[in-house]
């Protein structure tokens, strides 16, 4: 199987972010990639495969590939798409609320996951008007990373957020059954994103979910690797990460704010997770 890499598909200057349109797409063999792409059906028809599952497409068809998930496209007839390759670690993805969004949860990480169990039934499906907004910004995005001018890069992940972000709004507010339930997890983890500092219990995401407590913590499980109270903790100790980077606040104020009430039990998270103290970490990182 093929993998692509980066150097072979990005920019020399290694930006990354790189439009591809597919008009039509080719045949290309099943292949995996170095990099994430959104894919964004623009017209005819064809069958996406992904080693296992096979799914039919047609125009308005949105999802996004994760780099190590093998695919392919078959049954092509005039299949047109346009890939948005992206490196996520090298974008600014946790900007202002993006990740308060249960759409962004749902599209970028929950439908990925769970394309084979919903036979990819809870992908995005764009609406004629939608199409039209989405092209607009792919077109001022392939722009900018055309003329390359000063500027670009600005430009270039202003608009890429922006086309991430209403994607996001457009699957959160979905009417597909299959989407909808994901839609709920990605409630779930917004919820803990946007209350990070309060109390949370499995008790409370359970009833956000609206599923019942076994369904919600397989389906989340699947998804993010982890349960919902480790995942909480992993981003309280991410965000005290910050914290003791950038604020002169004590460890135990730090705790306190992200949403510990033991600073002890604070500290052995933190040393789990980093394998470091908060006080070695702060040290290391001044």
């Not at 047609?58 to 007839?77: E, Q, S």
């Not at 992206?86 to 609320?97: A, K, N, R, V, W």
């Not at 997890?185 to 409370?204: D, K, N, Q, W």
Request: glycine share 6%; aromatic share 8%.
């Amino acid at each position: 199987m093929k993998v692509l890499k980066k150097q072979d598909w990005f920019h020399a200057d290694g930006f990354p972010i790189v439009v591809e349109r597919r008009d039509p797409q080719e045949p290309f063999g099943l292949h995996c990639h170095e990099f994430s792409e959104i894919v964004i059906i623009t017209g005819g028809a064809g069958v996406h495969i992904t080693g296992e599952d096979s799914y039919d497409l047609k125009a308005g068809d949105t999802f996004v590939i994760g780099g190590d998930r093998p695919h392919d496209y078959l049954n092509m007839d005039q299949l047109s798409l346009i890939n948005i390759l992206f490196t996520p670690s090298e974008l600014p993805l946790s900007l202002g609320d993006l990740q308060s969004l249960s759409g962004y949860h749902a599209l970028f990480t929950l439908e990925p996951a769970w394309r084979s169990r919903h036979k990819f039934t809870s992908r995005l499906q764009l609406s004629p008007a939608e199409i039209v907004d989405t092209m607009q910004l792919v077109d001022k995005l392939d722009s900018e990373l055309a003329a390359r001018r000063p500027g670009f890069e600005v430009v270039a992940i202003a608009t890429m957020l922006e086309l991430v972000t209403f994607l996001s709004r457009c699957y959160s507010e979905t009417r597909n059954p299959s989407s909808k339930s994901l839609i709920r997890v990605g409630e779930t983890i917004s919820h803990m994103r946007r209350h990070i500092a309060h109390p949370i219990t499995l008790e409370m995401l359970v009833n956000i979910s609206g599923m019942s407590r076994t369904n919600y913590i397989r389906m989340f499980e699947s998804a993010m690797g982890t349960s919902p109270i480790n995942y909480l903790i992993g981003l309280r100790i991410e965000e005290a990460s910050r914290l003791l980077r950038n604020t002169d606040n004590s460890i135990t104020d730090i705790a306190f704010e992200v949403g510990f009430s033991d600073s002890n039990y604070f500290s052995r998270q933190f040393r789990k997770a980093n394998g470091e103290s908060p006080r070695e970490y702060r040290k290391r990182h001044r």
